[in-house]
T-cell receptor, first 114, second 113 residues
Framework: GESVGLHLPTLSVQEGDNSIINCAYS??????FIWYKQESGKGPQFIID?????DKRQGQRVTVLLNKTVKHLSLQIAATQPGDSAVYFC?????????????FGGGTRVLVKP | NAGVTQTPKFRVLKTGQSMTLLCAQD?????MYWYRQDPGMGLRLIHY???????AKGEVPDGYNVSRLKKQNFLLGLESAAPSQTSVYFC????????????FGQGTRLTVV
């Protein structure tokens, strides 16, 4: 079936540096790709999404890049802070009749070192 | 505004027992979802609902049933719990068609022994 996956399970980053989290996807029919952040003991929290007809979108300290040619999604966090330590998931909606179904990847843990 | 509230937060069941997890949202969202999250893994969709009175199967629906009798509530039932259903269960809701910003509850940690 269709799947969303990640290249790196754990990312250690020095406070103040930029973080880049990568994700591969396989469903070319998805309308949206989304990044969620999950802190320990909490539910996932929406960070940013990008529509499939875009290749870049910026938010507050975050940028999502979409490369449809190689089916790759990335999340860039600028000036990483201790509060950014969490597990980050990429997700996609199924598109078409499955537009309301979010499929999540396996997650990348980001550890911010002081 | 409480957002998405799940009850209970923790539960231990014996194999074969049944239980219902309750999810309530106060944001007037049309869509609601139940996910399970196993250690070191992403979330997998169990069932979802696109409106009051409707339900649909997700990726891993076997062993679970759901009901959406009221717009604000989405119930997840386990008729005969199995150890393989030990997991953390998350409920989520979103505003409407194609909306990608789902709001999640705090989760229910279920252990089946």
């Amino acid at each position: 079936g269709e799947s969303v996956g990640l290249h790196l399970p754990t990312l250690s980053v020095q406070e103040g540096d930029n973080s880049i989290i990568n994700c591969a996807y396989s469903n070319s029919a998805s309308d949206y790709f989304i990044w969620y952040k999950q802190e320990s003991g909490k539910g996932p929290q929406f960070i940013i999404d990008i529509r499939s007809n875009m290749d870049k979108r910026q938010g507050q300290r975050v940028t999502v890049l979409l490369n449809k040619t190689v089916k790759h999604l990335s999340l860039q966090i600028a000036a990483t802070q201790p509060g950014d330590s969490a597990v980050y998931f990429c997700a996609e909606n199924g598109g078409g009749a499955a537009v309301n179904k979010l499929t999540f990847g396996g997650g990348t843990r980001v550890l911010v070192k002081p | 505004n409480a957002g998405v509230t799940q009850t209970p937060k923790f539960r231990v069941l014996k194999t074969g027992q049944s239980m219902t997890l309750l999810c309530a949202q106060d944001m007037n969202h049309e869509y609601m979802y139940w996910y399970r999250q196993d250690p070191g893994m992403g979330l997998r969709l169990i069932h979802y609902s696109v409106g009051e009175g409707t339900t649909a199967k997700g990726e891993v629906p076997d062993g679970y049933n759901v009901s959406r009798l009221k717009k604000q509530n989405f119930l997840l039932g386990l008729e005969s719990a199995a150890p393989s259903q030990t997991s953390v269960y998350f409920c989520a809701s979103s505003y409407g068609w194609g909306n990608t910003e789902a709001f999640f509850g705090q989760g229910t940690r279920l252990t089946v022994v």
